[in-house]
Nanobody, 122 residues
Framework: QVQLVESGGGLVQAGGSLRLSCTASGRTFSLYAMGWFRQAPGKKREFVAA????????YYADSVKGRFTISRDNAKKMVYLQMNSLKAEDTAVYYC???????????????WGQGTQVTVSS
């Protein structure tokens, strides 16, 4: 049984930073690429960032490039999303996902966490 659990969300002022964490269990973590997605109220879920199995290749949405950094620690079975220079438009529920079935940027991942709320006040 695969389980992904996000943490680290919260309320932050515009310009601030947050670090999201996702801990995985149930499969050999290092075998699977990981992604972060987000969904704002009334909007479709959108890609934020992804990282390959070794951590050597990363992908970012244009809207977060240069502000967000995805990383992973295979020994700890964790993936992180460091979010800097946060904007009000970053407000959303952020989801961790494992094992992309098509492309890294598509939301067709095999497993999903329950999400963590990030609210950026302007």
């Amino acid at each position: 049984q695969v389980q992904l659990v996000e943490s680290g969300g919260g309320l932050v002022q515009a310009g601030g930073s947050l670090r999201l964490s996702c801990t995985a269990s149930g499969r050999t973590f290092s075998l699977y690429a990981m992604g972060w997605f987000r969904q704002a109220p009334g909007k479709k879920r959108e890609f934020v960032a992804a990282i390959n199995q070794s951590g050597g290749v990363t992908y970012y949405a244009d809207s977060v490039k240069g502000r967000f950094t995805i990383s992973r620690d295979n020994a700890k079975k964790m993936v992180y999303l460091q979010m800097n220079s946060l904007k009000a438009e970053d407000t959303a529920v952020y989801y961790c996902a494992q094992d992309p079935r098509t492309t890294y940027t598509s939301d067709n991942y095999a497993y999903w966490g329950q999400g963590t709320q990030v609210t950026v006040s302007s």
